[in-house]
């Protein structure tokens, strides 16, 4: 039996608004565990590029200060813990202002968990960064506290396809 | 003799046609900001993606016979990154004589609307406060009378091209223009080549961080070969010639307002006619971030 064309796009719209509903309530972004990311910018000279560049930091979400030096060529973005903003967000930012992200020193919370033979760094339930450097000391860490949150403190490249590596350099309970 | 309804009917040809100049500049977005570099040379756009600003200038060109002010106003658009729109017109009408000139090589000309686009095409940044770009600039103009003095006065095209070097201590761009008038009736302004190079310094007085105040100075030089004018499709005897001027300019930034003030020398002209020599061109600019 067929349905009436206005039977159709009743339920055409009825799909529509379900998926519309599901979206609108799925959570949209998971935190990333970032707290604070020192990114170095090359190519950024003069007073308004940074004025630009803190503007738009500053209206990322749950961004809670922004510094920006010329003559050191970096930002310094605090976040608050369980900030949804990631690393690309801020790259983003740097790029629309027509500069060159190059690598960040970044602090990150979390949990320690083992992926494939890997070390990662979990938030919101996800694995967030695959941990280079300091790995005897990650793997102490896992090993006392395999389900406590870790603090992390290491360098992100500055490829975007290595943007998920971290490079440990410190790490604090 | 025009009746009232032919006479609004030019009025509202006009106003529609410039509206459109403005329209597309705005629709597509606005400009890079002048006061981001010099004030009379080709620059590279720097305006991120989705960014508005705004340069008021105040402009003051003189001859040996008289004096000209004119006030502009810019505004600028990052459509992208490296994409920039700009539209430029007077806010008030300038004196009849010079109103031709080019009020910088970004601003248009003084009796004009411009709508224009930049494209930087090239762009490294090899160290921190350092990169090299070159750019692109098309723009189309729309005049404000339709003549200017005894001569009909059309639409032109304006084309350039940028390359330069921007860091903490020093700036330098060098570029070519072209600005090129359609015919109206038979009169056609001289097409104008014009070639910039800007060298800028900043004192180490001058190289605090952000958020204080950003200053540096700059020498710049525009030479100018300026076609006949052609009237009645003949070419004028007192028209063209040859400029070359020099000169400073400062520019001062904080946060997100800037000023910048500059004037030009001539150092050389060669007149085709007996048309008064420039004896200086002034420009003061206020630039506002959005």
Redesign the interface.
Known sequence: MHRSPVIKASVLFKSLGLIIALVGLAPLAYSDGLTRVEQ?????????????I?H?LKRLSDVTDVR??????VAIVALTPGSTTTIENIRKVI??????PKAALVVVTGTLVRVDGHTWLEASGLPRYQLTGVTKEIEAMRNARPSGEVQLEGEVPESDSTARELFVKSLTG | MHSPLSTAMQFLSATSTRLVVLGCTAFVGAASAEGHGPAFGLATPTLARGQWSSDTAVVQAGTQSDDTLGYREMLGYGITEDLQALATFPVRRPDESGSGLRTGAMMGSMDAIEASLQWRFHRTAPEIGTRRESALLVGITEPTDDTRGPMQIGNSIHLAAVTGYASRTTYWWAGAGVQRYFEKGDDRPGTLYYVTGVFGYRPPLFRHDYPKPDWRVFLEAVAESTERDRMNGLPMQNSGGEKLLVGPSVLGLYGRWGFEAGVLLPVAQSLNGTQSEERYRAKFVFTYWF
């Open positions: 170095t910018i090359f190519g950024m000279d003069c007073a308004p590029c940074a004025y630009g803190e738009g920006v030096s010329l003559n050191a060529g790029r629309d202002n027509g500069f060159t």
